[in-house]
Every structure is written in C-alpha cells, then in structure tokens.
C-alpha cells in the first residue's frame, strides 16, 4: 500500500539549466498517474527522481510514510521498466526475472516460485532459457514487465515502456498493462504506477488520471474526461485530443449574451456561454472548439464562413479542412454526414457546438469559460 | 548482375544485347578480382617473409642457414631445438618459461582487475577533483617511460625488491598503466547506463553492479586488455634487464639474449628455434582470444 506524495520538487543541472520548476504530484494508492507531455517537459526526469537514479534539488519526495530523498533506488519500495527494456545481456530471461530476488539473498525455492508464477501469468514460459538477444521486442518488454512485477514492489515505474513497439504490439500491450494493473489491484497488491509516456492515446486510455507538463511545470492534472472536456488552459487543450483542437484567436465582447468576433465576422455565444464565463474574461481571446464539435452547414445563422480545402476520407468519418481568414479550421464528421452536405460552392459555414466551445485568456492561457460546478 | 530485369519480351533484339552486356560486366568483375587478390597476397608474403624464413630456419642447420636462401630446410632438422632448450646455463628453457608466467600472470590479473575498477569509477561516478585525477592519468600516457627509470629503480631498490619479480608487475596491479584504463573508460563511456541503472532498482549496490552487471559487459574490452598486457609483457626486455640479475629468475626474453652473450660462435639455428618457441604463446593466445575480440561487441541488451 502505497500514496507517492512529490512537494515543490525541483531539478536544477550543474550548469543552472533548471528542468523542474517545483512540482507538487500526489498519486493515490492503486491509481494509475500517467506523466505526459511533448519531449522536454521533464516527465522522464521526474520519473527518475522518484526511482532515485536522479538526484533531487529540492522538495520531497515521499512513498507511504517515508521520505525517500536519500535512500538508493533499491531501498525505495520500486520497480521501474524502462523504454529499452535494458535486460541483462548476458543472463538468461530467467536470471533477469529473478536478478533482484537473488541479490535479496531469498530461498531457492521461494525465488523459483516466484519465476514461474510471473513466467506464467506474462506467457512468458517457453522463454525462460532464452538471451535477451534472441527475443523479439515484444517478448523483450514482458521480461521486463516481469522483471518489475516479480518484485511486488509498492510502486510501479514506467518509462516510455512502449515507445519502441510497433504500432500494434503497442496496442495490445496496453491493454496487458492496464489488465494487469486491475488484476493486481483486485487481487489487494499494492499497484500504484506512475507511467511516463509522450503518447496522449496511451495517456487517455490507460490513465485513472493524467498529468500534463510542459517545460518543467504541471499544466492540469486530472481524468481523462476532464482533461478532454474541461482543459485547464491552451497548452491542455491543444495537447489532448485529435485532431488537435481549432484555435481563433479573436475579440471576446463580454455581456450576458457574449460575442466573439474574428476578422469581420461575429458569432453570438449565447447565454449558457455567457453564464459559464468568468468575469474576468479579458476582450484579447482564444476560442477553442475541437473538430469533433463543429459542424458544416450552409445555412445555419450562426458560424464561421469559410472555403472548404482539404477533405481527408477516412472510412467512418471524414476531416474537412476549411479556411477561415487566416485560420484553418478543421471539423471531423460522420461519413453519412458529409455524403448529404452541399458543397457545391465550396463555401462553408461552420457551426461551433456552443456547450462545448472553450474561450482562453490569449495572454495566460487560461480558460476562462470553466463552469465552477465540480 | 544476376538480378538485372531482363528486357520486355517484344525487343528480341535488345534482350541479346542485354545478355552479351551481362556477360561482358561479369567477365570484367573476374579479370578485377583476381588482380586485387594477386595484389594483396603478394604483399601478405612480402610482409609475412620474414617470420616464414624464421620457421623455415629454424628446422635448418647452423651451416645451411647462411648458404641456401629458401626457407625450406633442405634437411629438416628437430636440432635447434633440442640443444637451444638445453642452453649453455646449468638451467632449460623451460625453466625460463615459467619464470615468464611468475611474471605475466600476476602482471595481466592485476592490470585486468586494477584497471575495472579505476575506469569504473572515472566512467560512472562524480567525485572531486575527477576532472584533475583523470587529466594527470592521461598525462602519464604522455610520458616517455625512460624519465621514470632511474626513480622507479632507486625507490624499488629501497624497497628491497631489486633481483625480484615485484618491480615487474606491481605497479600494474595498482592501474598503473594508464593506457589500459584510459581504454576501458572510453569502452565503458559507450556502453548505455541503463542495465546499470536497472541493476540499482533491483537493489544491487555499486559493487554489486559492478561484478554482475558491468563486468559481463566489459568482457571484450577486459580481452583486448589482458592479450595486450600479456604479449607486451613476454616481449618486454627492459624491464627484466634492470631489475633481474640472477640468471636462475631470467624470463625468455633475457634468456634469448643469455644465448647470443654466451657463446662465440653463435648458434643461430637454437637461436631462431628459442625465437619460434617464445613467439608461440603469444601466437596460441592470440587466436584462442580472437573470438571473442570480434564476437564480444555485438552483445547487445538494449535494442538498438
């Protein structure tokens, strides 16, 4: 059993360069946090703290009821697979399986047990007098899944573990990961992982909550629904979703019927908009609306009029490009849908769903249209 | 050229053609090869001469040696050998082989282990003054080895370890030789930190790692070092010369030279016999240890 608590963590390098700027994380026992950014937001760095492999500038790292700062990666309660598996080379899948058993000085019998019992429940047996060389991926990153699991330890980490795999291995090694992660739970072992990835879908389907960092800071941390459907701010928005969310950036003309107006063009926000915004709202605004919630029309009153310019098909749904102004909006829809649109001018309004458009402070990023239900 | 497309069925003509400039490159690609392997294997000789003439020689005797300048003995004879392994000494040559081993075999496991253990700690870990420490290490690389002679003879001297083997293989035993550790940093600077950093979150401590984990790795390396220090070390004729007097501690090497000292008339056919002798471990080992020189580096645990 085991809560990971992260105070005010930071990471300054040697030459000043500071990579994390005071983060605060908790992770609840048998939750499963996923870390996720784009490339140097310093998830991976962070990950490294908590296993001990980096040291830590400042701020605390606890798991359970211990202060961890000091103790050796070994002493921490942890597992840890890495994103090149980094087996053994010269031991057996075996030997890489029970390395940490044996340097524990355990029985014989008690380490063969356990061998077999992870060998089996990662179908991983016929494997077991292999070298690492002669495994494929796949099998290279179960040996290390098992090279974690065997441990029982109280916090599983995870760094980047499927970023080598090809598409579909990924996919369903997913899945294994997070049935294991039930299984374990449901089971009453301690399963709390922090998860490093770069991969929003892995992010989005794996996660019980989600951290986004960028550069070093927590942007939101929050389910999956949330992130999806109340981001936080730009970077959140942008970050989560595909295709990546439609920005505007535009006047916001405050009132209890708000208006937004790009270029020559207004769109009326209408009052649940107008409800939900925060007073503070600034005039200088970013609207987002994601593809998935405006549709084309033609006739509708109230949207953006663009030129339709690029039409991606892609089986069950098609993506349309559409240029508004200056701005490429993008709108994904339902092939049926597109089939009976009138297209004929190749002009296009679109139609923003209004219970699902986001308005931003264009200088902080904020967003300033969250309803304050929780 | 066996996977050049042949032509559309329709242009008969072209197809020929085809055919007759298939023929023509293959021809020409033959002509090329056997020029280049005629060149290299000349060459091969030429530089590989000498060392056949020495076993040629070997087998000949002392007067053939000068009169017939073909390395085929006309009358092969086992004479060089049987007498040069006698010596002129109350000793055989034997005794002076392993009078070589007391020397090689401390001198290559000491260099082996002192050497892992330095490189370790200047590849992996952060300490003060490392930056200085491996500077003045690499800075002995630089030294020409006669300015530590006459130091190095009187410290040894007052040690008491002159007419011993200890000035010998010493100084290596303690990483002294900063060739070797230099050679295994840079091997242990490519190689990728991770098994390590697994190894630690499977709660080994340094030393551990070091033994379980980054030893295994660094065995290609370790095999460079070790032949290297062992064909130095028999080859070594300095070294012996100062600090061993007494003829009953001489390795080969001084031993070779004790043969062309002692006798007037030299007996160059055990000269050349001892010489085939002395060469032949270094030879042994050296295939033996190929192997794994060549195979070893592609041991690979991370994907790559």
Same mark, same amino acid.
């Given at each position: 059993?085991?809560?990971?608590?992260?105070?005010?963590?930071?990471k300054?390098?040697?030459?000043?360069?500071?990579?994390?700027?005071?983060?605060?994380?908790?992770?609840?026992?048998?939750?499963?946090?996923?870390?996720?950014?784009?490339?140097?937001?310093?998830?991976?760095?962070?990950?490294?703290?908590?296993?001990g492999?980096?040291?830590?500038?400042?701020?605390?790292?606890?798991?359970?009821?211990?202060?961890?700062?000091?103790?050796p990666? *070994?002493?921490?309660?942890?597992?840890?697979?890495?994103?090149? +598996?980094?087996? +053994?080379?010269?031991?057996?899948?075996?030997?890489?399986?029970?390395?940490?058993?044996?340097?524990?000085?355990?029985?014989?019998?008690?380490?063969?047990?356990?061998?077999?019992?992870?060998?089996?429940?990662?179908?991983?047996?016929?494997?077991?007098?292999?070298?690492?060389?002669?495994?494929?991926?796949?099998?290279?990153?179960?040996?290390?899944?098992?090279?974690?699991?065997?441990?029982?330890?109280?916090?599983?980490?995870?760094?980047?573990p499927?970023?080598?795999?090809?598409?579909?291995?990924?996919?369903?090694?997913?899945?294994?990961?997070?049935?294991?992660?039930?299984?374990?739970?449901?089971?009453?072992?301690?399963?709390?992982?922090? +998860?490093?990835?770069?991969?929003?879908?892995?992010?989005?389907?794996?996660?019980?909550?989600?951290?986004?960092?960028?550069? *070093?800071?927590?942007?939101?941390?929050?389910?999956?629904?949330?992130l999806?459907?109340?981001?936080?701010?730009?970077?959140?928005?942008?970050?989560?979703?595909?295709?990546?969310?439609?920005?505007?950036?535009?006047?916001?003309?405050?009132?209890?019927?708000?208006?937004?107006?790009?270029?020559?063009?207004?769109?009326?926000?209408?009052?649940?908009?107008?409800?939900?915004?925060?007073?503070?709202?600034?005039?200088?605004?970013?609207?987002?609306?994601?593809?998935?919630?405006?549709?084309?029309?033609?006739?509708?009153?109230?949207?953006?009029? *663009?030129v339709?310019?690029?039409?991606?098909?892609?089986?069950?749904?098609?993506?349309?490009h559409?240029?508004?102004?200056?701005?490429?909006?993008?709108?994904?829809l339902?092939?049926?849908? +597109?089939?009976?649109l009138?297209?004929g001018s190749?002009?296009?309004?679109?139609?923003?769903?209004?219970?699902?458009?986001h308005?931003?402070?264009?200088?902080?990023?904020?967003?300033?249209?969250?309803?304050?239900?929780? | 050229?066996?996977?050049?497309?042949?032509?559309?069925?329709?242009?008969?003509?072209?197809?020929?053609?085809?055919?007759?400039?298939?023929?023509?490159? #293959?021809?020409?690609? =033959?002509?090329?090869?056997?020029? =280049?392997?005629?060149?290299?294997?000349?060459?091969g000789?030429?530089?590989?001469?000498?060392?056949?003439?020495?076993?040629?020689?070997?087998?000949?005797?002392?007067?053939?040696?000068?009169?017939?300048?073909?390395?085929?003995?006309?009358?092969?004879?086992?004479?060089?050998?049987? #007498?040069?392994?006698?010596?002129?000494?109350?000793?055989?040559?034997?005794?002076?082989?392993?009078?070589?081993?007391?020397?090689?075999?401390?001198?290559?496991?000491?260099?082996?282990?002192?050497?892992?253990?330095?490189?370790?700690?200047?590849?992996?870990?952060?300490?003060?003054?490392? #930056?200085?420490?491996?500077?003045?290490l690499?800075?002995t690389?630089?030294?020409?080895?006669? !300015?530590?002679?006459?130091?190095?003879?009187?410290?040894?001297?007052?040690?008491?370890?002159?007419?011993?083997?200890?000035?010998?293989?010493?100084?290596?035993?303690?990483?002294?030789?900063?060739?070797?550790?230099?050679?295994?940093?840079?091997?242990? =600077?490519?190689?990728? =930190?991770?098994?390590?950093?697994?190894?630690? !979150?499977?709660?080994?401590?340094?030393?551990q790692?070091?033994?379980?984990?980054?030893?295994?790795?660094?065995?290609?390396?370790?095999?460079? !070092?070790?032949?290297?220090?062992?064909?130095?070390?028999?080859?070594?004729?300095?070294?012996?010369l100062?600090?061993?007097?007494?003829?009953? #501690?001489?390795?080969?090497?001084?031993?070779?030279?004790?043969?062309?000292?002692?006798?007037?008339?030299?007996?160059?056919?055990?000269?050349?016999?001892?010489? !085939?002798?002395?060469?032949?471990?270094?030879?042994?080992?050296?295939?033996?240890?190929?192997?794994?020189?060549?195979?070893?580096?592609?041991?690979?645990?991370?994907?790559?």
């Open positions: 059993m085991a809560r990971v608590e992260i105070k005010n963590l930071e300054v390098y040697g030459n000043s360069f500071k990579a994390v700027h005071g983060i605060s994380l908790d992770v609840d026992d048998g939750e499963f946090m996923v870390l996720v950014g784009p490339s140097g937001c310093a998830k991976s760095t962070t990950l490294r703290m908590i296993a492999l980096e040291a830590i500038s400042s701020g605390e790292i606890r798991i359970g009821d211990r202060v961890v700062n000091r103790l990666p *070994g002493k921490r309660g942890i597992a840890m697979v890495f994103q090149n +598996y980094a087996l +053994y080379p010269h031991m057996k899948v075996r030997s890489n399986l029970n390395f940490g058993l044996r340097l524990q000085r355990r029985s014989k019998a008690e380490i063969e047990a356990a061998t077999n019992e992870v060998a089996r429940i990662l179908e991983i047996e016929p494997l077991l007098d292999r070298l690492p060389k002669e495994l494929s991926g796949g099998q290279a990153q179960r040996v290390a899944l098992g090279r974690a699991l065997i441990k029982k330890p109280d916090v599983f980490l995870f760094d980047e499927l970023s080598n795999l090809d598409a579909k291995l990924r996919a369903s090694m997913r899945v294994r990961i997070t049935d294991l992660h039930k299984r374990l739970k449901a089971e009453g072992n301690s399963s709390t992982v922090v +998860y490093v990835t770069h991969d929003q879908v892995e992010a989005m389907t794996m996660g019980d909550r989600i951290c986004v960092m960028k550069e *070093g800071r927590i942007m939101q941390v929050a389910d999956p629904k949330t999806y459907e109340r981001p936080a701010n730009l970077f959140v928005a942008g970050f989560i979703g595909m295709p990546e969310m439609n920005f505007l950036e535009g006047e916001l003309i405050a009132g209890p019927s708000p208006k937004f107006m790009v270029g020559d063009q207004c769109v009326e926000l209408g009052e649940a908009v107008g409800a939900r915004l925060r007073p503070d709202a600034p005039a200088a605004a970013t609207l987002g609306v994601r593809p998935q919630h405006v549709r084309p029309d033609t006739v509708a009153p109230n949207g953006f009029d *663009g339709l310019s690029t039409v991606e098909f892609l089986g069950h749904e098609v993506v349309l559409v240029d508004v102004g200056p701005t490429r909006l993008v709108s994904v339902p092939s049926a849908d +597109y089939d009976r009138d297209r190749g002009r296009l309004r679109l139609v923003p769903d209004l219970d699902a458009l308005i931003f402070n264009r200088e902080t990023g904020e967003n300033v249209s969250l309803p304050d239900r929780h | 050229m066996s996977a050049m497309p042949s032509a559309p069925p329709v242009l008969d003509d072209d197809d020929a053609d085809m055919r007759a400039y298939v023929a023509s490159e #293959k021809r020409r690609e =033959r002509l090329s090869a056997m020029l =280049r392997y005629t060149a290299l294997f000349a060459v000789l030429i530089m590989l001469y000498p060392l056949i003439w020495l076993v040629g020689a070997s087998f000949k005797t002392n007067s053939e040696i000068f009169t017939s300048p073909g390395f085929l003995p006309a009358e092969p004879t086992l004479d060089g050998y049987v #007498k040069g392994w006698q010596t002129s000494t109350p000793y055989n040559f034997g005794r002076f082989f392993w009078n070589t081993f007391l020397i090689v075999a401390p001198k290559v496991i000491g260099t082996v282990i002192s050497c892992t253990l330095v490189a370790y700690g200047f590849a992996r870990f952060d300490f003060p003054g490392k #930056k200085l420490l491996f500077s003045l690499i800075g690389l630089l030294l020409p080895n006669v !300015v530590t002679r006459i130091p190095q003879y009187i410290l040894f001297r007052d040690f008491g370890w002159l007419d011993t083997y200890l000035p010998l293989w010493v100084p290596s035993a303690f990483a002294g030789d900063a060739f070797f550790v230099f050679m295994v940093v840079q091997f242990l =600077r490519a190689l990728p =930190r991770d098994m390590e950093e697994a190894a630690r !979150v499977d709660g080994a401590n340094s030393f790692t070091l033994i379980f984990i980054v030893v295994p790795m660094l065995v290609p390396a370790l095999i460079s !070092v070790a032949l290297f220090q062992f064909m130095w070390t028999m080859n070594d004729f300095l070294g012996p100062i600090y061993i007097s007494s003829v009953e #501690k001489f390795p080969v090497s001084l031993a070779l030279k004790l043969s062309i000292d002692t006798t007037e008339a030299f007996e160059w056919n055990r000269i050349l016999a001892m010489s !085939v002798a002395t060469l032949t471990p270094a030879l042994v080992v050296f295939f033996l240890a190929q192997k794994y020189f060549i195979e070893g580096i592609s041991v690979g645990g991370v994907k790559g």
